[in-house]
């Protein structure tokens, strides 16, 4: 069976798509994923913007927290 590309559609992404191709775009990798598709990416690229992801999300929970970080773990 052949795996049909599915059309990456820019205005219709969840919030987490969103993220995923902003830190793809700041990686100067944009251009190719809205032309050839995230498997167009190698793993090492892959990886960076997982890993950018984690980093991005606990900055937004420590945020959203109000700067309580490790507050509960110290107690």
């Known amino acids: 069976m052949s795996k049909k590309k599915k059309p990456f559609d820019v205005k219709n992404m969840t919030p987490e798509e969103q993220l995923k191709f902003e830190i793809a775009e700041e990686l100067g990798l944009g251009d190719r994923v809205m ?18 992801i984690t980093k991005r999300k606990r900055q937004m929970k420590a945020e959203a927290l109000g700067g309580q970080t490790d507050a509960c773990q110290r107690s």
Not at 38 to 52: A, D, F, H, P, V
């Open 35 to 52: 032309k050839e598709g995230w498997r167009s990416l190698t793993s090492k690229e892959s990886g960076r913007i997982g890993g950018l």
